[in-house]
Every structure is written in C-alpha cells, then in structure tokens.
C-alpha cells in the first residue's frame, strides 16, 4: 500500500510543475474590488450608488431652497411619513412633526418645506 502512494507522488512530480493556477474574478488578477465581492442586500445598495442613486435613503438628503416650490423631498412608501427637523445647526432639540401625502408642509418652528413622494424598493 505505501508503495503505491509513493508511486503516485514520484509521478505527480514527474509530471509537470507542483503549483496549480488559481482562477481569480478580479480585474487583473490582484485582490477583488469591494464591488466584485459584494453580494446581497451589500450589492444591492453598491450597484445603484455607483449612479448617484440611493435606494435606501441612507445619504444625507440634497440641499434645496426649502421653499414651497422646491420642498425638501421625503421618499415614503406610505401615506404618512414622520419627520424630525433640526431648525438650527447647534440645537439639539429636534422638533417631530407628521408629513402627509400630496401636500407640501413645513416645519412649525423653522419653516422649511417637506413633501412626501411615493418611494418604491427595488427587490
């Protein structure tokens, strides 16, 4: 028995090289992009950000006139959506108010304009 297995080495060895080629996904060959391994709920959010997209509303939303002709939009995907406005920049009171489909409201204390939009997740 050992000397069959020692057979079978001698003739892996004979063979050819002792390594073997490691296929890799990543472009050029080096260490895979955060992209090209992500996958999931991960991908799902890379892949749209790479568009300036946001499917999750994580980012911290655009700065806007805050008007009522250009509100501050707040994707909801219902029809009533709570917001919390933090009128000055140093305050630390965050004042609670309830946005409601289809009209533009404001802050009852600073008055900025929100307006609530349908907002669709992608999966």
Not at 4 to 33: D, E, Y
Request: charged share 20%.
């Amino acid at each position: 028995m050992a000397s069959r297995l020692l057979r079978g080495v001698q003739a892996l060895r004979a063979s050819g090289p002792a390594w073997v080629a490691v296929c890799s996904m990543a472009t050029g060959g080096g260490i895979p992009s955060d992209e090209e391994q992500a996958t999931g709920l991960e991908r799902e959010i890379m892949m749209p950000s790479r568009h300036d997209l946001d499917p999750y509303n994580m980012l911290a939303p655009k700065a806007v006139p805050e008007t009522k002709e250009e509100p501050n939009l707040v994707p909801s995907t219902t029809d009533k959506q709570i917001v919390g406005s933090i009128c000055e920049e140093d305050n630390s009171a965050v004042i609670w108010f309830w946005l409601h489909k289809g009209e533009t409201q404001h802050c009852p204390n600073c008055g900025t304009c929100y307006k609530l939009v349908p907002h669709q997740f992608s999966h």
